[in-house]
């Protein structure tokens, strides 16, 4: 037993963190405030090139043969450097083209060609062979694709299944939101989840990005409170900010202390599973819309600004809850099942 | 990244598990006094007779010298038993013992060690002070060095089961002109010696339970022979396990704690139902405490991980430390939400209330949260003292 990292896995982490802090830094989303779509699809050919796109898939698929633990070190750094979610689209897509042998489909997501947004349920839907039902697309504008999930099961659309898709401002304005709904209609892949674990796999992923969601914040917050003045000290100093800080912290530590288990048990399968890729992407999610709402609060009016990077992290925290189900259905979830003691 | 136990490790589970099996005692452990006393001595010594007491510690104190997976193995393997804390030896075992590992000389090893392990022992702790709490460091208790005795006058408070020990680590002042760090010693204190007088303090959880006392020392001789470290180096070796402390030293009732919280969650689905519980308020709140009792157990995997890779037990401990004394308290708090108004009865037999008052310690004891918040402030994120 070790949660730690091995050496092939720290290259990774470090191969992600250095392409993705010299190619997509934060800053990149501030001076274009406003709706700017899915600007970072750029780098998807780029991140094809570093294998990172099949990274979970079988070298027999053109991936890289690895699987869940690696993904989570790549979706968090994903995370911290606020990339499209779109990235789950063609995570999940390449999963799902690979359970259906669809090698042109996968081909082209593991070059970085192809495009995949995400299609979330707005309240009940049916998903299956046959899907119906109302649905947010997040990213899926100039995508020619949507995956969608439940705790049934995962799907593959084409975007113009979704009919006369209506364009609204997403309240995390980086990104393309549109309404669409589908009409009992056939997916061009659908796998259920008793044949596949891909609901577990995306909570898991969404957990990572949202762990590294928490840890941005928690570090942003702290850096300003050893710099920020006032009464002739570093606010850090103070411990109503230094405690506050602390808790981001002990809720960034928590919720990457569950991912990484629940990575690993995912990726063995076994009946506990589910149980801990729920409490991962519960608790990741949880620390991610904490720590974005107290660095806001850290940083006091600026923090208030569409100057300061703050506010990114807490609507990107609100779509990493919403995507796969959110608190509350993820603790009905949660509760209804078997103690994994 | 895995979770791959070895042949060895799951042989030693089975044989962990079937040896529990036959030998945790039954019936329910006495709160306090001499009954919990001799129980927690006597169950201790099954440990120790069976070979379990000690897993992780060197042979050559009587232990099974395994590695700190084990340790989790049979912790997690006790959790599941449902054997009883022999918490009166919490302080011994988990705190003068490896003090005494790391800084003791060999007499103070060979002496101190083998009566912790088997049993025969409990220790207290003779840190706080009536005007020195979380400033441990400014502690005033004297000691002046007279011949080959240290002579102790002063006073310590909020001191566990003092009345149920028979030795205490003390920290007293030596010097009192150093800079405050500088000049403490830690002192093995016989409980015995004349000049040591106990003043009872009752807690919070039920009338007449004794279990603090304020220790008061008058001319008490203690050899230098009992100074463990050097003389005005007490800070230090009080420091050498904290981090033992707040990392490794809490496993077992990391893991127990699991156990406890399964157990309301049964409760809750039997008074609310199955279909109820989902969207209540209580369920929601029983699946956030499931996720966060899951995570104690990963938090509990990722220390062992990286003590095996040769990490420090540092101020990364404070996280977990900080983290599973407030979800103690909200697991405890919930369960009188689940019983309702009869929670205001205190029964003989009581898994529920006594436990909920007495979770008030957790973010006190071994350092408030204030202070592990400091910690973690400071030493982990360095932001400014």
Request: net charge negative.
């Amino acid at each position: 037993m070790n949660l730690l990292p091995n050496p092939e896995q720290v290259q990774i982490l470090d191969a992600a963190r250095s392409f993705l802090s010299a190619e997509a830094p934060v800053e990149r989303l501030r001076p274009q405030h406003g709706q700017i779509g899915n600007h970072d699809a750029r780098l998807w050919p780029e991140l094809a090139e570093l294998g990172f796109l099949g990274l979970g898939l079988a070298e027999a698929h053109g991936g890289v043969g690895l699987g869940l633990p690696e993904e989570i070190l790549l979706y968090r750094e994903l995370g911290r450097q606020l990339i499209s979610p779109a990235i789950l689209g063609l995570t999940l897509a390449a999963l799902l083209a690979a359970r259906s042998d669809d090698p042109a489909l996968l081909n082209a997501i593991v070059s970085g060609e192809a495009r995949i947004g995400l299609a979330t349920p707005r309240g009940a839907v049916t998903l299956g062979p046959v899907s119906s039902g109302a649905f947010h697309l997040i990213e899926a504008r100039e995508a020619a694709w949507a995956v969608a999930w439940t705790d049934d099961g995962a799907a593959l659309f084409r975007t113009e299944d979704f009919g006369a898709a209506e364009d609204i401002l997403c309240m995390d304005s980086h990104l393309t939101l549109e309404r669409g709904r589908l009409e009992a209609c056939e997916p061009a892949i659908w796998i259920s989840a008793a044949d596949g674990d891909l609901p577990r796999r995306a909570q898991v992923l969404i957990a990572a990005y949202a762990t590294g969601l928490a840890e941005a914040a928690r570090d942003m917050a702290a850096d300003y409170a050893k710099i920020r003045q006032q009464f002739g000290k570093p606010i850090g100093s103070f411990q109503a900010v230094k405690h506050r800080c602390a808790d981001m912290a002990i809720l960034a530590e928590v919720a990457w202390c569950q991912t990484v288990f629940a990575a690993v048990m995912v990726q063995n399968g076994g009946p506990k599973a589910t149980y801990h890729a729920g409490a991962a992407k519960l608790l990741a999610t949880d620390a991610a819309l904490k720590n974005a709402a107290q660095n806001i609060q850290v940083h006091g009016a600026f923090g208030f600004t569409a100057d300061s990077d703050a506010h990114l992290y807490l609507k990107r925290a609100h779509v990493m809850d919403f995507l796969g189900g959110d608190l509350r259905s993820q603790k009905a979830a949660l509760i209804g099942l078997a103690a994994a003691l | 990244m895995n979770l791959d136990f070895t042949a060895e490790d799951e042989a030693f589970r089975a044989e962990a598990r079937a040896w529990l099996n036959d030998n945790v005692p039954r019936g329910p452990r006495p709160t306090e006094g001499q009954a919990m006393r001799a129980f927690d001595l006597a169950w201790q010594r099954a440990q120790y007779d069976g070979g379990w007491a000690g897993v992780s510690w060197p042979t050559e104190y009587g232990g099974r010298g395994l590695e700190l997976t084990q340790q989790l193995i049979w912790y997690e393997e006790y959790a599941r038993s449902g054997a009883p804390e022999a918490a009166l030896l919490f302080v011994g075992m988990n705190h003068a013992a490896p003090t005494i590992m790391a800084r003791g000389n060999e007499a103070q090893k060979a002496f101190h060690l083998p009566k912790i392990l088997k049993g025969e022992v409990a220790w207290s702790q003779g840190f706080s002070e009536p005007n020195n709490g979380s400033d441990l460091a400014g502690l005033t208790t004297k000691a002046v060095i007279d011949g080959d005795h240290l002579v102790v006058n002063g006073s310590k408070i909020w001191t566990s089961n003092a009345h149920l020990s028979d030795w205490q680590e003390l920290l007293v002042r030596t010097d009192p002109a150093a800079p405050k760090h500088k000049g403490i010693s830690w002192a093995i204190c016989d409980m015995t010696l004349p000049g040591i007088e106990l003043r009872p303090i009752m807690i919070m959880t039920a009338p007449g339970h004794h279990h603090f006392n304020q220790v008061f020392y008058t001319d008490v001789r203690i050899p230098l022979a009992n100074v463990v470290g050097e003389i005005n180096d007490g800070w230090s070796v009080a420091m050498s396990t904290l981090g033992f402390e707040r990392g490794t030293a809490s496993m077992s009732e990391q893991i127990r704690y699991g156990v406890v919280l399964e157990k309301l969650v049964d409760m809750a689905r039997e008074r609310l139902g199955e279909a109820a519980l989902k969207y209540d308020e209580i369920g929601q709140r029983l699946a956030q405490l499931r996720a966060e009792h899951a995570a104690v157990r990963a938090m509990t995997y990722m220390i062992v991980s990286r003590s095996a890779g040769g990490g420090a037990m540092g101020s990364e401990a404070s996280l977990m430390r900080a983290f599973f004394s407030q979800l103690q308290q909200r697991t405890r708090r919930i369960a009188l939400d689940i019983i309702g108004s009869d929670s205001l009865e205190l029964p003989d037999v009581d898994p529920w209330i006594r436990p909920y008052l007495r979770s008030f310690s957790t973010t006190i004891a071994a350092g408030t949260s204030e202070i592990q918040r400091n910690i973690i402030g400071e030493r982990v994120l360095g932001l400014p003292r």
